[in-house]
């Protein structure tokens, strides 16, 4: 067997060009798999960003609050009651609206995100805490996110911006994300956004569990001792249930599914191709080696060394390709669209098995090898 192996690897090495020709056919299928899966993931990624930069232990919401882009408030009672649940270290409530953000230079007005929390508790990772701390205590500014879509103009710290049509110093920036719904976000203590709209309600609250109590015990205190409008998540819990309900809700589930099955087709095809063509082209020495005593096995295992070769420098090209290609989609989107490890290794294996399978194919017209045809 290792000498088959040895003789199917040879064989493609021995013209590098063609092999670089035939792997790039395989790569095909692989970065159109990664590119539907990058897109597929950055979506998700985005969608669920907020509990992703949650800093507690779990997250109370409105129970008709199904998934994170809904607006639901919770009473800001229900946060008070449990602050004073046993295991209960800290509540901290996050405020969440949209305001107009007015362009200085082009004199547009566009809808932001706004988030407001107070600046000695610090509920999401949004930055450094103590300079975002520092920068929110200053009285009637706010942060802006940097990852924002350039659509809201050169906001730099230093600058007044009209928020509402009221002038506000832009103290700093944070670090947030957009999705495919919002463009931008901006951060304001909770000091500033009620003072403005004094009748807010929290869209959520962050709970910090007291050092030594059980998280699942507490959860269940909660729900216990409060009435049934509430919800309480870990921030895992709420991640998957953002995915889940993005997945179910959103047709882009079954359209990036397809995209990634057509992307494994594409490429077990070409891989079949480029096979059978080697295969074909190399007939009479395949008969010359029949003519010789080799076995159907030892052929056989010659063509899939052939495809287990393809498969990883196919994959190998179509990886560096796919690098390129969600890196310049994640410049322009602004999604989280990147190659993750898990997803890098399930597809390499999915390219492996179908290209053996497009191999196993092509070795029907290796046994077809007939040496008389030598004569």
Not at 49 to 54: D, G, M
Not at 80 to 107: E, S, T, W
Not at 166 to 172: E, H, N, R, T
Not at 359 to 373: F, K, L, T
Request: proline letters at 5%.
């Amino acid at each position: 067997m290792r000498a088959s192996i040895e003789l199917g690897i040879r064989h493609l090495l021995y013209n590098r060009p063609r092999l670089l020709a035939m792997s790039a056919s395989v790569a095909v299928g692989v970065v159109i798999v990664f590119v539907e899966m990058g897109l597929l993931l950055g979506v998700l990624d985005s969608q669920a960003l907020i509990a992703t930069l949650v800093r507690g232990d779990l997250v109370v919401m409105n129970i008709a609050r199904v998934d994170l882009h809904r607006w639901d408030k919770i009473d800001a009672i229900r946060l008070a009651q449990i602050a004073a649940i046993p295991g209960v270290a800290r509540v901290m409530p996050v405020y969440m609206d949209h305001v107009n953000l007015r362009d200085a230079q082009d004199k547009r007005v566009r809808r932001i995100i706004v988030y407001a929390f107070s600046p000695d508790d610090m509920p999401l990772n949004v930055g450094d805490p103590v300079r975002v701390s520092a920068a929110l205590k200053m009285s009637r500014s706010f942060m802006f996110d940097r990852l924002s879509r350039p659509i809201f103009g050169d906001i730099k710290p230093g600058k007044s911006i009209e928020i509402d049509k009221f002038p506000l110093l832009v103290s700093g920036v944070v670090t947030m994300g957009v999705d495919i719904v919002n463009d931008g976000n901006i951060v304001m203590s909770a000091g500033d956004w009620l003072a403005r709209s004094p009748a807010s309600k929290p869209i959520m609250g962050v709970i910090r569990i007291a050092p030594g109590a059980d998280a699942d015990k507490v959860r269940n205190e909660i729900l216990a001792r409060l009435p049934p409008d509430i919800t309480v998540l870990t921030p895992n819990e709420l991640v998957e249930r953002e995915n889940v309900s993005t997945l179910e809700t959103t047709p882009i589930g079954i359209l990036f599914t397809i995209g990634m099955i057509a992307g494994f087709m594409i490429g077990t095809i070409n891989c079949y191709q480029v096979l059978y063509t080697e295969v074909a082209d190399n007939l009479p020495q395949y008969a010359t080696l029949k003519a010789m005593g080799f076995s159907d096995e030892f052929l056989r295992t010659t063509v899939l060394a052939q495809a287990a070769l393809l498969s990883g420098t196919g994959f190998a090209v179509g990886l560096t390709i796919s690098i390129l290609a969600d890196g310049y989609l994640a410049f322009v989107t602004l999604l989280p669209i990147k190659i993750h490890l898990v997803s890098a290794s399930l597809v390499c294996l999915a390219t492996i098995a179908l290209c053996i399978l497009a191999g196993w194919i092509a070795i029907h017209r290796v046994q077809a090898a007939d040496p008389a045809s030598l004569y």
